[in-house]
């Protein structure tokens, strides 16, 4: 049973790499259910430079891809472990809301819930959060498909 992914697993299960591989690692993982993803949100990533020169901010959108690769790769790993190989691509983002910014220095803890599953279409509730503060929340829905 998995119950963690670091960085290298991560990789395997998602198609996604640097600059645009929102999540370090996954724990906490209960099979499809639920998972922790972490995101260290360093000084030096490239959206910086833009976003804002002199006060970085994080990316909102970002915020949710991070949740959305947490959740995705939770269902790769639990797919990958019965043998079968599937790509998830997001559908849809519901009831975003943005509470406060996060900026470097900050730990980003993805906190997703799965609400159902049906087929190969899936929907969880997901947190950002830094020190115990939410920062941002959204449900997420996603198709799950065949490589």
């Not at 963690?4 to 697993?9: I, T």
């Not at 790993?77 to 509470?99: C, H, N, P, S, W």
């Not at 997901?126 to 065949?146: L, N, Q, R, T, Y």
């Amino acid at each position: 049973e998995i119950t963690s992914l670091a960085l290298a697993d991560i990789m395997e299960c998602l198609p996604h790499r640097y600059p645009f591989l929102m999540v370090d690692k996954i724990i906490d993982i209960n099979a499809d259910e639920s998972a922790v993803g972490i995101k260290n949100i360093t000084y030096n990533e490239p959206m910086f430079q833009g976003h804002f020169p002199g006060k970085p901010v994080f990316p909102g959108v970002l915020i949710i891809e991070g949740m959305a690769q947490t959740a995705g790769a939770i269902v790769i790993a639990q797919e990958r472990q019965k043998g079968q190989r599937f790509i998830v691509y997001m559908l849809t983002i519901d009831k975003a809301k943005f509470r406060r910014p996060a900026g470097p220095g900050d730990r980003l803890e993805y906190h997703i819930k799965k609400v159902h599953r049906r087929r190969n279409v899936g929907r969880y509730e997901a947190k950002a959060i830094v020190d115990g503060v939410v920062v941002a929340e959204a449900e997420i829905g996603a198709m799950i498909s065949e490589e």
